[in-house]
């Protein structure tokens, strides 16, 4: 996607062709800049702070950082220490254990003399591997706008309802339930984006609303709690989010409020999608309710927030009294049976264990 004017994705191989560098995502929107990764500790601090996040983006990073561990060690010792180090800095994301267990399987074998070389091409190939995987999803959501879009003139858009970002920056490019967004409105289709704020961390206020502006998208910033009433008037056609982690049995794990989303959407009979590339889909699980972790963090993401102030400058306030207790999930699990379908790099498939296996035989 591009950046005023210029191609970006959001993690890629510095031009000294070892370190990493990604867009620092914790200093959108109010700043564009890029941060270098140069050592395990680095990569795994990007992930925990969030400077990169989004479930498909963690995976890829993880690869990245296991690349840079065996650069300065590539021993058995080593290879198992980054890849623990990796898997504690986020819970939920499935996509974090597969890059891991994908790059584990592919080093091991090797020569400690050739595993740095190695760790490089797959972590590439994953990167690559996931902008085919978004692309792919695009195209399957897109249609599904082009039927709703039509009969309809331009001056009668299809409303999409998102929340949190799952656009390209939480992605290695294009993004999953943006994706097809992107692709509609690329292709003439009257499209604007409901597009929730999303406390705490406010994804979808500085970062969905920053993507879809930068691209000319028609989209209005929203509180979390208008959703549903929007629905109640008619005013979404579609709500489309995505998923850090998905159950063999279509159970979706998503940021805090999808869940709430998806109520509203089933008691006002709007279609809710959900945008699930292959690696989000955890088959080892069958209930998300109680089986998927759900990743309690730092407490000051709910009590505090960053914006400009008048002068031009940033500044972080205290929102909540001195001394009140805050908890801060920052996921929930929306069970299959409000989830319309799931669109899949494959195609779209029900919720459900027979939808998924019919793609994905593999996974069975």
């Not at 740095?116 to 999803?137: K, L, N, S, T």
């Not at 979808?204 to 959703?227: C, F, Q």
């Not at 159950?247 to 959407?265: E, H, M, P």
């Not at 009294?321 to 319309?340: H, Q």
């Amino acid at each position: 996607m591009k950046v005023d004017g210029s191609a970006y994705r959001t993690v890629w191989l510095a031009g000294d062709g070892w370190s990493v560098e990604v867009i620092d995502q914790t200093r959108l929107p109010h700043a564009f800049a890029v941060a270098r990764l140069t050592d395990l500790a680095g990569a795994a601090a990007a992930i925990r702070t969030m400077v990169v996040r989004g479930a498909p983006l963690i995976g890829a990073t993880a690869a990245y950082g296991m690349a840079l561990a065996m650069r300065v060690a590539p021993d058995d010792g080593a290879l198992r220490e980054a890849g623990r180090v990796l898997f504690a800095t986020r819970p939920t994301a499935v996509n974090l254990r597969w890059a891991l267990e994908r790059m584990t399987a592919r080093l091991t074998p090797l020569a400690p003399a050739a595993r740095a070389e190695a760790a490089y091409a797959e972590a590439a190939a994953i990167a690559d591997e996931d902008v085919a995987i978004c692309r792919a999803i695009g195209e399957h959501g897109c249609t599904l706008i082009e039927g709703m879009a039509a009969g309809r003139t331009p001056a009668r858009p299809i409303n999409i309802l998102t929340h949190c970002n799952a656009g390209w920056l939480a992605t290695v490019d294009w993004g999953t339930a943006l994706a097809p967004v992107y692709l509609a409105f690329d292709r003439g289709l009257p499209v604007h984006v409901w597009v929730d704020e999303t406390r705490p961390r406010n994804q979808g206020a500085s970062l969905t609303a920053w993507e879809l502006g930068r691209h000319g998208v028609p989209h209005t910033v929203i509180a979390d709690n208008v959703g549903g009433h929007l629905m109640q008037h008619g005013k979404v056609d579609l709500c489309l989010v995505g998923t850090d982690r998905t159950t063999a049995t279509g159970d979706v794990c998503n940021k805090i409020g999808t869940y709430l989303k998806a109520l509203a959407a089933f008691d006002n009979d709007v279609p809710f999608y959900v945008a699930a590339p292959s690696p989000s889909i955890d088959w080892r699980l069958r209930d998300g309710v109680r089986e998927i972790p759900i990743e309690e963090r730092c407490g000051r993401e709910l009590s505090e927030i960053t914006g400009r102030t008048g002068d031009g400058g940033l500044a972080t306030v205290t929102v909540t009294p001195a001394g009140s207790p805050v908890g801060n999930y920052a996921f929930d699990v929306t069970p299959a049976r409000l989830v319309t379908g799931l669109i899949t790099e494959r195609g779209v498939s029900a919720a459900t264990a027979e939808g998924l296996a019919a793609l994905f035989p593999e996974g069975r």
